[in-house]
């Protein structure tokens, strides 16, 4: 059985200071705010690259999404084929699975997520998918649905494959942010350990930020000689969460500065600000052949937005989506967006949904909208 050891306080260690990373240390550098949508900072974001060790959370996710479906459970119980241990056994980082093991779900998904077990992403693909190759079709085929628009994965684990694996830091903020959107108590559970004791060996955590910056919870480091040294990293406070990519440092104690650094300078550098509460009815928008000529938009949380320290930009709303939009209009449909445009930074699109359902119109409600449309 594993044991997560849990992330300590902060305790006596020093902040770290505070400021983008310079490129010779962080050549790619993204900082999102996850509760918000906005892009505090971007460097290279598009540049693709091979991510090693932090495709991972993509196993990781792929395993949340397959037990919020009911077709995984963590207390499933796989073995460790005889070919797999002969390929993995030691091999690069690893939590020690023994050729003869016994092993739940909950344990191959502590060994990823904490000591970025190879052996352990490669048993859990086999074992819920019945093989590699099928986890890694389920892996691209999830990648493709929450928009990592220019990633593709080969293996599960991030181990060298001549390039099949590669991501973009926004790709990368897209997955973090639907995983800890999608499944927050998933990701308390399993990410942001400092270590992990399993088959009577004791690994630590090498994330760069737990126990370094307040708040910090994860997530995932990465290295191989062809990929060099990356992070994608979280840290929440006071209900806001920021993600951060670091990728193509030089060495780890660059990534590892360069990453402390620059999520405490996008806490220390912006204020978050609630534009509309929870549920708050933030729009309408036109409905054709509806029981209702129109119908309420809200987001899926609070709105909120991010903006410079000190400062009091001007902010503007627009409103977009086709429309009218044709009824049948499911309660909670995604049918808008909203488009919030803050002076001096990019703009950031808010998925509206419909806040109530509205039905096809009855031949008696269709004649009335008709006559209403001629008087107007």
């Given at each position: 059985?594993?044991?997560?050891?849990?992330?300590?306080?902060?305790?006596?260690?020093?902040?770290?200071?505070?400021?983008?990373?310079?490129?010779?240390?962080?050549?790619?550098?993204?900082?999102?705010?996850?509760?918000?949508?906005?892009?505090?900072?971007?460097?290279?974001?598009?540049?693709?690259?091979?991510?090693?060790?932090?495709?991972?959370?993509?196993?990781?996710?792929?395993?949340?999404?397959?037990?919020?479906?009911?077709?995984?459970?963590?207390?499933?119980?796989?073995?460790?084929?005889?070919?797999?241990?002969?390929?993995?056994?030691?091999?690069?980082?690893?939590?020690?699975?023994?050729?003869?093991?016994?092993?739940?779900?909950?344990?191959?998904?502590?060994?990823?997520?904490?000591?970025?077990?190879?052996?352990?992403?490669?048993?859990?693909?086999?074992?819920?998918?019945?093989?590699?190759?099928?986890?890694?079709?389920?892996?691209?085929?999830?990648?493709?649905?929450?928009?990592?628009?220019?990633?593709?994965?080969?293996?599960?684990?991030?181990?060298?494959?001549?390039?099949?694996?590669?991501?973009?830091?926004?790709?990368?903020?897209?997955?973090?942010?639907?995983?800890?959107?999608?499944?927050?108590?998933?990701?308390?559970?399993?990410?942001?350990?400092?270590?992990?004791?399993?088959?009577?060996?004791?690994?630590?955590?090498?994330?760069?930020?737990?126990?370094?910056?307040?708040?910090?919870?994860?997530?995932?480091?990465?290295?191989?000689?062809?990929?060099?040294?990356?992070?994608?990293?979280?840290?929440?406070?006071?209900?806001?969460?920021?993600?951060?990519?670091?990728?193509?440092?030089?060495?780890?104690?660059?990534?590892?500065?360069?990453?402390?650094?620059?999520?405490?300078?996008?806490?220390?550098?912006?204020?978050?600000?609630?534009?509309?509460?929870?549920?708050?009815?933030?729009?309408?928008?036109?409905?054709?052949?509806?029981?209702?000529?129109?119908?309420?938009?809200?987001?899926?949380?609070?709105?909120?937005?991010?903006?410079?320290?000190?400062?009091?930009?001007?902010?503007?709303?627009?409103?977009?989506?086709?429309g009218p939009l044709q009824a049948p209009i499911a309660k909670g449909?995604?049918?808008?967006?909203?488009?919030?445009?803050?002076?001096?930074?990019?703009?950031?699109?808010?998925?509206?949904?419909?806040?109530?359902?509205?039905?096809?119109?009855?031949?008696?409600?269709?004649?009335?909208?008709?006559?209403?449309?001629?008087?107007?």
């Amino acid at each position: 059985m594993a044991t997560a050891l849990v992330a300590s306080p902060l305790g006596a260690q020093s902040a770290p200071s505070a400021r983008i990373p310079p490129a010779e240390n962080a050549p790619i550098a993204y900082l999102l705010d996850a509760s918000s949508g906005q892009i505090l900072y971007a460097r290279d974001i598009d540049r693709r690259f091979m991510p090693a060790s932090i495709t991972k959370v993509m196993t990781t996710f792929l395993a949340f999404e397959w037990m919020e479906e009911g077709r995984l459970f963590p207390q499933q119980v796989y073995g460790v084929r005889p070919d797999t241990f002969r390929k993995w056994h030691r091999k690069g980082s690893t939590m020690f699975l023994p050729a003869d093991a016994r092993v739940t779900v909950d344990d191959l998904l502590h060994g990823v997520t904490t000591v970025s077990a190879n052996d352990g992403a490669v048993v859990l693909a086999e074992g819920a998918a019945g093989s590699v190759e099928d986890w890694v079709a389920a892996m691209n085929a999830k990648a493709r649905d929450i928009g990592m628009a220019d990633s593709h994965f080969g293996n599960p684990n991030g181990w060298m494959d001549d390039g099949k694996t590669f991501v973009t830091a926004r790709d990368l903020g897209t997955l973090a942010q639907t995983m800890v959107t999608r499944h927050p108590t998933k990701y308390r559970h399993f990410v942001g350990a400092k270590g992990l004791k399993y088959n009577g060996i004791e690994q630590r955590n090498h994330d760069p930020i737990i126990g370094v910056v307040p708040g910090a919870d994860g997530i995932k480091t990465g290295y191989t000689n062809q990929a060099g040294f990356g992070f994608l990293g979280s840290a929440q406070r006071d209900g806001r969460r920021l993600v951060m990519v670091v990728a193509g440092s030089p060495g780890g104690r660059e990534r590892n500065a360069a990453s402390r650094q620059f999520i405490e300078w996008g806490f220390q550098h912006f204020d978050s600000r609630v534009l509309f509460t929870n549920g708050a009815r933030i729009a309408s928008a036109r409905v054709q052949q509806g029981g209702a000529g129109e119908v309420g938009l809200t987001a899926a949380g609070p709105v909120r937005i991010s903006v410079p320290k000190g400062t009091d930009p001007e902010v503007s709303l627009a409103l977009r989506y086709e429309g009218p939009l044709q009824a049948p209009i499911a309660k909670g449909e995604e049918v808008a967006e909203l488009i919030v445009s803050i002076e001096g930074m990019p703009d950031h699109r808010v998925p509206l949904v419909a806040s109530e359902e509205v039905l096809e119109a009855t031949l008696l409600q269709r004649v009335f909208n008709a006559m209403r449309s001629w008087v107007a």
